[in-house]
C-alpha cells in the first residue's frame, strides 16, 4: 500500500466518536493582538514538541491573517514544571500548553499528596489533539528480528539485567514499561531521562537495551532503523507500521490503553478566546496536510467533534483511567 493511501485511511481509523459535534461560537470571533505562546513541558525534539510545531503555524492562520504562535519549550519533572507555570499565567488565551498523558494524568496520579495543580480544575481544555499508540522499541542488536523472541528473551534474562529508558520518573512511559515488567514476571533497571527524543536517542546508542516510547518521538529513527519496532501500546496497529503487532497480539494483555495530548490554558479563559483557539485547533486537525504529516510523524490526529466541554470530559476520564494503572503498579513519586 502507498504512504499517501495508508494516510488516507487513518483519518476513519483514528477519529473519536464519543466527542459530540462542535458548537460554533456565536458572536463575533476573537482576533489576537499580539503573539500567542504555546509551552510545551519537554525538550525539542520529543513527540510533543512535534505536535505544537505541526500545528501552531495553522492555528494562528485560523485565527487571523496577522496572528503568530510561538512554540516555546520549558522541559523538566517529565512536563509538571511547565504545568506548574501555565497554572499561573493570566487567563486571557494568549499563553496555552500542549500537554500530555504524563503531565496531566500520570504526574497528577503518581504524585505523593498530588501535583500543585489540579489537571482538571486548574485549566481550560481546549481540545483533543491526538491519541496516539506507544511503541516498545529496542536497540537494533537485541535479541532476535522477531517479536516473540524479544519478549521471550526480556523474559528470560536475569531480573534487573536489562536496562529500559523512560522521558521521566513517574510518568507514562516509565508506567508502561512497569506494567511490562510484571507481564513478563521480571525487573528492569530503569533510567530516565528528560524527553522522548533523549530517550529513544539512549536506545539508539545502547546506553538502554528498550523502551516503550511514545511513536511519534521513535518514528523518525524507526524508519532509519537506528531503533527498532517490536510491539503497539494500543488496540490497533497504526498505519504508518502495519507489520508491527499490538502486545495484545502478542499475548500480553493489559495495554489497551493509548497517551493523549490535548491543548489547554489556564483555568477560566473566556468563552470568546477560549472557543477561537478551540475552532483554530479542529480547523488545523482537519486541514489534509496537516492530518497527512502528523499521521507520518506518529501521531493520530483527531477527526470527531472536538468541543471545549467534550476536552474537560476526555480529561475527566483518561485521569480516572491512570489512577487504575498507577494502582497496577504501585509507582509513587514523592514531590
Same mark, same amino acid.
Given at each position: 500500500?502507498? =504512504?499517501?493511501? #495508508?494516510? =488516507? ?11 459530540? =459535534? ?6 463575533? !470571533?476573537?482576533?489576537p493582538d499580539r503573539p500567542i505562546t504555546m509551552i ?5 525534539g520529543g513527540s510533543t514538541d512535534i505536535a505544537a ?6 492555528? !494562528? /492562520? ?14 523538566? !519533572? ?9 497554572? =499561573? ?39 483533543? #489533539? ?6 516498545? +522499541? ?17 523474559? $528470560? ?10 522521558? %521521566? @520518573? ?10 511490562? !515488567? ?13 524527553? %522522548? ?9 545502547? $546506553? ?17 532503523? &537506528? ?16 507489520? #508491527? ?14 497517551? *493523549? @495530548? ?18 483554530a485547533l479542529v480547523t488545523a486537525l482537519h486541514d ?7 499521521? *507520518?510523524?506518529?501521531?493520530?490526529? +483527531? ?17 480516572? $483511567?491512570? &489512577?487504575?494503572?498507577?494502582?497496577? /503498579? ?6
Open positions: 500500500m502507498r =504512504r499517501r493511501d #495508508i494516510l =488516507r485511511s487513518a483519518s476513519a481509523a483514528f477519529a473519536i466518536p464519543a466527542l459530540p =459535534r462542535l458548537a460554533v461560537a456565536q458572536g463575533s !470571533a476573537w482576533v510545551t513541558g519537554y525538550g525539542p510545531r505541526m500545528l501552531a503555524d495553522r492555528m !494562528a /492562520t485560523a485565527l487571523g491573517p496577522e496572528a503568530r504562535i510561538v512554540v516555546d519549550n520549558k522541559p523538566g !519533572a517529565a512536563g509538571t514544571i511547565a504545568t506548574e507555570w501555565l497554572k =499561573r499565567q493570566p487567563a486571557d488565551g494568549y499563553t496555552i500548553m500542549v500537554t500530555e498523558t504524563g503531565a496531566a494524568a500520570a504526574a497528577p496520579a503518581t504524585t505523593i499528596g498530588g501535583t500543585r495543580y489540579d489537571p482538571v480544575a486548574d485549566f481550560t481544555q481546549l481540545g483533543v #489533539i491526538s491519541t496516539p499508540p506507544g511503541v516498545l +522499541v529496542v536497540t537494533p542488536s537485541f535479541a532476535g528480528p522477531n517479536p516473540h523472541q524479544v519478549l521471550t528473551a526480556m523474559r $528470560e534474562a536475569p531480573p534487573e539485567k536489562l536496562t529500559y529508558a523512560s522521558s %521521566g @520518573f513517574g510518568g507514562v512511559l516509565h508506567m508502561r514499561a512497569e506494567m511490562l !515488567a510484571q507481564a513478563l514476571g521480571t525487573r528492569f533497571v530503569h533510567v530516565p531521562y528528560r524527553s %522522548g527524543a533523549q530517550m529513544v536517542q539512549a536506545i539508539m546508542t545502547g $546506553e538502554a537495551q528498550f523502551g516503550v516510547a511514545a511513536l511519534a518521538s521513535a518514528t523518525p529513527l524507526m524508519r532509519e532503523g &537506528k531503533v527498532r519496532g517490536v510491539a503497539m501500546v494500543g488496540t490497533r496497529r497504526f498505519p504508518t507500521f502495519p507489520d #508491527i503487532p499490538t502486545l495484545g497480539e502478542l499475548g500480553v494483555s493489559g495495554f489497551e490503553n493509548s497517551g *493523549f @495530548f490535548l491543548l489547554i490554558g489556564p483555568a477560566n479563559i473566556p468563552p470568546r478566546p477560549a472557543e477561537a483557539l478551540n475552532r489534509p496536510v496537516i492530518r497527512e504529516r502528523m499521521i *507520518f510523524a506518529g501521531h493520530d490526529p +483527531v477527526q470527531g467533534a472536538n468541543g471545549l466541554a467534550e476536552a474537560r470530559a476526555f480529561m475527566v476520564r483518561e485521569l480516572a $483511567e491512570m &489512577k487504575k494503572i498507577v494502582e497496577r /503498579t504501585g509507582i509513587r513519586v514523592q514531590p
